[in-house]
């Protein structure tokens, strides 16, 4: 069964950059069906993808965050990452990893998710 | 960038009613469309994919119709497990969700 992990700082100063990691078990990273996602939701919000990346280091982000964002992967450990720059109170949210598949589309499973705050 | 709008925004039920969600794109999405289903305090879980194909384990009252520009999900017979929000989801340029429906107990 795949299950997906996220871990990082629950709490982040405005303008500061926070990052995230996904820990995937079950399923090994360098799949070459599947893409590793993170997404969004503010709080009592709908959904919003940021981008993925193939085991290959590829990536392809949301363009209203590209500027902003940056989405790593480390195959050794299974893990893939996100990192968010200059961050104001409109990014507090939870944040979810989870796998995608393009041919078919789907996102499944997700993780959890964990909650970051963007507060002084 | 393709806007998916869902209605009602909240559909007031009881447990054995069928319920209809509604999912209009703004353009065709042709049938690259998915459902998901979101509990409070929990991720969302994927219902369908490709308008009409349910993932596995997901159960057979669950079932999604449409293409091009409208949508439907269908839950045949609503359990209690099933009151949530419900979302869909395209993927055009990159995936994008429609703003939920709210499935609440009448």
């Known amino acids: 069964q795949v299950q997906l992990q996220e871990s990082g700082p629950g709490l982040v100063k405005p303008s500061q950059t926070f990052s995230l990691t996904c820990t995937v078990s079950?399923?090994?990273?360098?799949?070459?069906?599947?893409?590793w996602s993170w997404i969004r939701q503010h709080p009592g919000k709908g959904l919003e993808w940021i981008g993925y990346?193939?085991?290959?280091?590829?990536?392809y982000y949301n363009p209203s965050l590209e500027s902003r964002v940056t989405i790593s992967v480390d195959t050794s450990k299974n893990q893939f990452s996100l990192k968010l720059t200059s961050v104001t109170a409109a990014d507090t949210a939870v944040y979810y990893c989870?796998?995608?598949?393009?041919?078919?589309?789907?996102?499944?499973?997700w993780g959890q998710g964990t909650l970051v705050t963007v507060s002084s | 960038e393709i806007v998916l709008t869902q209605s009602p925004a909240t559909l007031s039920l009881s447990p054995g009613d069928r319920a209809t969600l509604s999912c209009r794109a703004s353009?065709?999405?042709?049938?690259?469309l998915a459902w998901y289903q979101q509990k409070p305090g929990q991720a969302p879980r994927l219902l369908i994919y490709?308008?009409?194909n349910r993932a596995t384990g997901i159960p057979a009252r669950f079932s999604g119709s449409g293409s091009g520009t409208d949508f439907t999900l269908t839950i045949s017979s609503l359990e209690p497990e099933d009151f949530a929000v419900y979302y869909c989801?395209?993927?055009?340029?990159?995936?994008?969700f429609g703003g939920g429906t709210k499935v609440e107990i009448k």
């Open positions: 989870a796998r995608e598949r393009l041919f078919p589309h789907w996102i499944d499973p």
């Open positions: 079950g399923a090994s990273i360098n799949s070459t069906i599947y893409y």
């Open positions: 990346i193939y085991y290959s280091g590829s990536t």
């Open positions: 353009q065709s999405v042709s049938s690259y």
């Open positions: 490709d308008a009409s």
């Open positions: 989801q395209q993927r055009s340029t990159w995936p994008l």
